[in-house]
């Protein structure tokens, strides 16, 4: 027979994965890599900008690299901020 008492479960964390979502989860680790993707994300704005030094002519190259560079660099430095002010959310 059924109780009338209500089964408390422990707190899930804001990191954790539940497997019924992400069934990858079972099997392996399932993460990401926030430190090494904002590494990658610096070094790609600065290849960007150092592919400004070339043999091509036109400016449409030049403003292509900029703005994607300067995307980048926008998303990375939301990141941060987001990054820094998750705990007072």
Do not use: C
Request: no cysteine.
């Amino acid at each position: 027979m059924a109780s009338k008492a209500v089964e408390k479960r422990g707190r899930v964390g804001v990191d954790t994965v539940d497997p019924r979502d992400e069934p990858s989860a079972e099997w392996g680790w399932h993460g990401s890599f926030p430190k090494a993707t904002r590494i990658a994300g610096w070094l790609t704005a600065i290849i960007l900008l150092v592919m400004l030094y070339g043999n091509h002519h036109g400016w449409t190259e030049n403003l292509w690299l900029i703005g994607l560079s300067l995307a980048v660099m926008f998303t990375l430095v939301l990141d941060i901020r987001k990054q820094r002010t998750a705990w007072r959310k």
